[in-house]
C-alpha cells in the first residue's frame, strides 16, 4: 500500500494497534466472554474501504498472541444475520461475514468467516515475485496442483502488483494463524517477540 493508493488508505492513514500477550491459549470457540478478551484493547470502529467512513454497524476486533499463533476476535453489530453458501471455499464475501488479510513483502494470506461456519482460505502470492522471492523452489508452491490457479481479484482489479496466484489449497489448522507456517509462506517472519511488526486487514463484508 502507497500513498498513491486510489482508496482513503494512504500509508500514514493505517491504524497503529498493539496486541497483548496471552499465557494461556484462548478458547476457539466463538465466544468472547473470556477476560483474555475482556480486557484485550479493541479496534476503532471498522469504516468503510471505498468512502473511508465508519461502518453503519459497529465492528471492532481485537488481536492476541503467544509464542505460537496469532488469536483474533470480532465484535460484530449486525441486526440482519444472513448466510446460505456452506461449501468450503466458497465466495462467501457474497454474504456477510469477517475477514483477516496478513500481508508480508510478495505474499499475503487471507481468512474469511460467514455465520454458518463457513471458511474460505487463501494464499496468494504476486506472480511478479513468484522466481524472484524463489517460492518457485518450494514443493508447497507447485502451480500444478489441485486448487491453484492464477486470480485477478475481486472488484479493484487493476492492482499496482499485477496479477496474483492463488493457493485454495493453502489451509491453516483449524483457526489457528501459526507463525511457523506464516514463515514458510514468508507472509510474516517468525517474530514472536515483544515489538514485532505485522500488517494486518480486519474487515467486515455486508450486504446491506
Not at 61 to 90: H, M, Q, S
Request: with cysteine.
Amino acid at each position: 500500500m502507497t500513498n498513491a493508493w486510489p482508496f482513503p488508505w494512504p500509508q500514514p492513514a493505517i491504524a497503529q494497534y498493539t496486541a497483548l500477550r496471552v499465557n494461556t491459549p484462548p478458547e476457539i470457540n466463538g465466544l468472547l466472554t473470556k477476560a483474555c478478551w475482556q480486557v484485550a484493547p479493541r479496534s476503532p470502529r471498522f469504516s468503510d474501504l471505498i468512502n473511508g467512513q465508519p461502518g453503519i454497524h459497529d465492528t471492532r476486533a481485537a488481536v492476541l498472541w503467544d509464542d505460537d499463533n496469532l488469536y483474533v476476535g470480532y465484535w460484530i453489530e449486525e441486526p440482519f444475520v444472513e448466510a446460505t453458501l456452506t461449501e468450503r471455499d466458497a465466495l462467501i464475501y457474497e454474504n456477510n461475514d469477517v475477514e483477516l488479510f496478513i500481508a508480508g513483502q510478495d505474499a499475503y494470506y487471507e481468512l474469511e468467516i460467514n455465520a454458518l461456519g463457513t471458511i474460505y482460505e487463501v494464499l496468494f502470492i504476486w506472480e511478479e515475485a513468484f522466481e524472484r522471492a524463489r517460492y518457485h523452489l518450494q514443493p508447497e508452491f507447485d502451480q500444478t496442483k489441485l486448487g491453484v490457479r492464477p486470480f485477478d481479484g475481486v472488484g479493484f482489479q487493476q492492482h499496482p502488483r499485477g496479477k496474483r496466484i492463488g493457493y485454495w489449497n493453502w489451509d491453516f489448522p483449524g483457526c489457528a494463524v501459526p507463525y511457523t507456517l506464516m514463515a514458510r509462506s514468508t507472509i510474516a517472519g517468525t517474530g514472536t517477540e515483544a515489538g514485532a511488526l505485522r500488517s494486518l486487514c480486519l474487515g467486515k463484508a455486508s450486504k446491506r
